[in-house]
């Protein structure tokens, strides 16, 4: 098999296990899930994707996550204030 043979046969593979995935998800899933893959294809930045990937990982961060959806929008500017001033705090114990 040629390098090209076998590179559509790994995308066509990967292609069928997203498919497989999708059609067992709920279509508010599937929304979800199409919004991202058009965010990604538009921003075209992987390390962004590595760097969420990973952080999804965390268990810590799926907690967080968890708990801020239940915010409504001011809870969570509160959120996102407090953490920018744990954030500078320690870039200045740093330098």
């Given at each position: 098999?040629?390098?090209?043979?076998?590179?559509?046969?790994?995308?066509s593979?990967?292609?069928?296990?997203?498919?497989?995935?999708?059609?067992?998800?709920?279509?508010?899933?599937?929304?979800?899930?199409?919004?991202?893959?058009?965010?990604s294809?538009?921003?075209?930045?992987?390390?962004?994707?590595?760097?969420?990937?990973?952080?999804?990982?965390?268990?810590?961060?799926?907690?967080?996550?968890?708990?801020?959806?239940?915010f409504?929008?001011?809870?969570?500017?509160?959120?996102?204030?407090?953490?920018?001033?744990?954030?500078?705090?320690?870039?200045?114990?740093?330098?």
């Amino acid at each position: 098999m040629s390098g090209n043979v076998k590179k559509q046969k790994l995308q066509s593979d990967w292609v069928d296990a997203i498919v497989e995935i999708l059609v067992k998800l709920p279509t508010d899933r599937v929304m979800v899930v199409s919004e991202f893959i058009a965010q990604s294809a538009k921003f075209d930045d992987p390390d962004v994707l590595k760097t969420f990937v990973a952080f999804r990982r965390d268990p810590r961060l799926d907690s967080l996550l968890h708990l801020v959806s239940q915010f409504d929008d001011d809870e969570i500017d509160q959120v996102i204030f407090f953490a920018e001033d744990i954030f500078a705090q320690q870039s200045k114990r740093y330098k």
